[in-house]
RNA sequence: GCGCCUGUGGCCCAAUGGAUAGGGCACCAGCCUCCGGAGCUGGGUGUGUGGGUUCGAUUCCCACCAGGCGCACCA
């Protein structure tokens, strides 16, 4: 049977706010937590706390209303055989208690289907979009790029799980300042090359891979016209096989280049005029982002006739919703933090909604080695490369790291730790759960027939600890959208695998009676579906044996 | 100067405004005739400083201190 009881808490407790006061709107009001301790129930709302200051009325006094309210929803919608008591604990929480029938049912359900019991649908097939990595074809991409890879990918999909029809993007900056510094500097190395005395600029590209590239050119001077697109195509094709080799796939790569010759640009800004966003100064066009809540406004076309960065941007961002997606999720690097206001602001003067666009800062990603920080230097085109992080540590490891603090925060990957085979590894950890379950599956399968499956022995501690465990994974995914983080399922995981690990350590699987030994396997089992569910989202592999 | 991120035990870090602030490392002591010991169990006087909002603040707001990053008619 499906039944998401979380959800149908949720209602009960806004239909039971109606009834207490008619004038509430209890939609964004009712919160469901995990408690902190188990014996405070499986779910806790805060909401009578929260009510208490609009209510003027103590949380206690609002609990003691809204209780028997719910209990009698409860009743009339047979819902007693999953909910069995409903408490006022603590400063206010009210708790709600499951009955060990739901996560026998529960337990039931995922053994039967699988992986598809896990899957919920918030998204509702709706579009988004999300763009991310997005880096400029002139050199090999940094540690910085990659974290930005790690999380874009694996949000995109976790949501892709959860019922979104994601689109990865790859906006490539195809042609302007950079790209003609890239060229030039090609042909400043082929004119040393040559052997001719030759002064390189600071701001040129400084890394040896200029110098392939050059030799590269010289050897087909005829055919190559452009030696700055060769170069960026060139790299481009780099950039690719690094992000596959990360597990990192594209949908699309938009380009800028064909963004201009479309004509979309002159388009957008024609748009934004007609509207009279537009204005001229200095001899260079201005928009009048302050108008929509940026600092200072904006110039789109410089005085020699040029457009700046926002200029394409505007139009890409307006080609994305006319593409027909109807949420907007860009991944962004922490120096790009200023640019925020003024796009936020071309979307809302172009008519768009300010809730429908994300903007994720994802932030810098430094790199140690056994507690010493590795130090960089991108103007020496000296810094850690994905690919090097890729041959040190490996996919698996690499990808984990990347998430394992909030996207908002700094994250230090230390080379000597993920490399380690051992628990300080959390990747090796929740692996080694995954294999542990396997090597047992190798011996014995479980009975997969519901009547010949009987959960219910399953009454230890450990287990019933673990079938709670495995019940709040879709929570998590919930929880990863809702913030548009996907770093909450490391942590998830490494739980799970925790949990699983203290089981395996107390309780044996195999050699009990035929009715607990097939209850056992089944629920290693559905804690393998889980783990490698959270694993596959994660990118990282599953490996039988280790 | 302005903006963003971060200050939590000896060290590294958790806690979508909640209940007794949790893990790991290191250190000490235990657990393999038994499904994989890459595992498990036990051992803890800690939220940078000062205010504020709140029934409740590690979390939000203000000021300060410290560290990191960024501030173009570059992309």
Known sequence: MELDLQATIKELIQGALKELDNDLEPKDLVYLDFPTDNRFGELSTNIAMRLARTLKKSPAQIAGRLIPILEEKIKSQKLDIYIKDIKLEGAGFINFYFTDRFFYDRLSDLIVKGRDALRINLGHAA??????VSANPTGALSVAHARQAAVGDILANVMAFTGFKVNREYYLNDEGNQINILGESVVLRMKELAGERIEFPENYYQGDYIYDIAREVAGRRPQVVSPGDFAAGHILGIIKKELEDFGVKFDSWYSQKSLRESGKIDEALAFLKDKGFLYEEDGALWFKSTQFGDDKDRVVIKSDGSYTYLAPDIAYHRDKYKRGFKKIINLWGPDHHGYINRLKAAVLALGYDAGSISIIIVQLATISRGGQPVLMSTRRGQYITLREVLDEVGKDAARFFFLMRRTSS???FDLEVAKKQSSENPVYYCQ????RIASILRSSSPVLKP??????ALQEKEELVLIKKIWQFNSILNICVITEDPYWLTVYLQELAETFHKFYDLHRVLGQDSRLTSAR???????????????ELLGVSRPESM
């Open 432 to 435: 080694y759960a995954y294999a």
């Open 451 to 456: 009547g010949e499956l009987d959960v219910r």
């Open 521 to 535: 396997l089944a629920l290693i089992q559905a804690v393998q579906t889980v783990l490698g569910t959270g694993l």
């Open 127 to 132: 579009p988004v979009i999300i763009e991310f």
């Open 410 to 412: 700094h994250l230090d």
